[in-house]
């Protein structure tokens, strides 16, 4: 997973219906930027049947010591 | 008894009160006297309520004196953050767009300990929309460190910290979606317990995003806060996140020993790149634990900044969505910084956001694997002192991200596992800045950390330090 580029960026926030210019751009895309490369190696990596709901699973199941 | 009451902890005042030792009149004059006294350094109330809580304070003493004890905290003043509702009263959210907002409901946790017996003593600053980890609101100025009035208090639950730590207030609600409860703690030196996700309702509290956010309380201990969680936790028909299980007895497990208990120390992230102050404090922590008859064991866990970046990713996205309206109708009503982070969140796909929704249960998963042996895992709250005001004033400047990023790296991720956290306060630097570390827990487990948090503070007196 790739960080978004401004002009990316500029495309994705007009689609959405907010706007931003270029100058504003240019700072979400360093400010998202170290999060997409954080998580850049679980991304694409996730099993097929997975859903968020499994969080909710392994939370309720009993963890002893 | 002390002389004056509001040095008391929220468990001794609500006692004194119960058995006629102290007046709620009495104890709430001496929260507002403070108040008084502290307000202009603090700037830690948004609304102070004066003679509405001296009335409310006569009401508990007149029902009190015909036998009438409405619940455990009776006549105990009270403020919290001002992002929960309460019906009729103005609830700002620390915002200028919600200024005005009156509500017409009021929140299940605040209700919880209404019927428990508090009264209001106003409403806590905040960071604009609980939305910042340093204390900083554009509308409604810095609230300012109680230990060293020029640094900050942490956020978001700002207020929270510094009127706690001032003993302006015996107990506040905070709110954690990044380390909102947490941060404060550390750098105010109080007591914050950041629950797990679904132990206490969320119903009308204000929303940051609804995978993360927590309802927590602030207090002088963990004893306090075990009392407050008891009041507070279950299940809640207004909101289906809150889980119906069983609501453990908090105070008793304040009272137990932890010899015989194991404490994991992270090998890795959590003890890296640690200013030395904080450093030598977590050693002493540490130290403090093995006393006390803790075994303490290093332990390995997975990759933590994966797990940041994803909660990076959920928070982001979910606090856009929220406030699309008002990004569309009001932006120029937002603080710079709480509009540049609000910004971020339009960027990020769908895909990538429901990535790092789907990735949460494995993720929990191997953490719990990795902590399967022990009871607890110690960390810092942050891997630094209370900075400035001045020298944390980034605004939306184009290196803010990454210094929001810095002070919270410690707290993120645990937010991202739903896991309980408290964070207690453990020592004070060289120049006078509070510390705190949190300890780690299984999910729904916060009568552990409870526990342990309890027996630290009965070996230590970093809690009972009032700032002067």
Known sequence: MTRPTPKEIKAMTDVVGIPVDVEVATRIANSIGPAFEGFAAVAGTLPFDLEPAAFLLVQSAKVEK | MSAEPALLSLTAVAQAIAQKRLSSREVTQSCLDRIAAWQPRLN??????????????????????????????HGVPLAHKDMYYDAGHVVSCGSKIRRDFVATTTSTALQRLKDAGTIRLGSLQMVEFAYGPTGHNAHYGAVHNPFAVDHITGGSSSGSGSAVAARLTFAALGSDTGGSIRMPAHFCGVTGLKTTYGRISRAGAMPLSQSLDTVGPLARTAEDCALLLGLMAGADPADLTAVARPVPDYLAATRESIHGLTIGVPTAFYVDDLDAGVAKILDETIAVLKREGANIVAVELPDQRQLTAACQLVLAVEAAAFHKRWLIERPGDYGPQVLMR?????????????????WRGPALAAYNAAVAGVDAVIAPVAPVPAPTIAESDVGNS???????????????????????????PSGFTRGGLPVGMQLIGRSFDEAMLLRIGAAFQRATDFHDRVPK
């Open chain 2, 398 to 424: 184009p290196d803010a991200e990454s210094v929001i990023q810095r002070l919270t790296r410690f707290t993120r991720p645990i937010n991202y596992l739903g896991l309980p956290s408290l964070a207690i």
């Open chain 2, 44 to 73: 830690a109330f948004m609304a102070i309520e004066a003679d509405a809580a001296l009335v409310a304070a006569d009401a508990a003493d007149a029902a009190l004196a015909k036998g009438k004890l409405s619940g455990p905290l």
């Open chain 2, 342 to 358: 609000l910004q971020n969140g339009l960027a990020i796909p769908a895909v990538s956001y429901l990535e790092a929704m789907r």
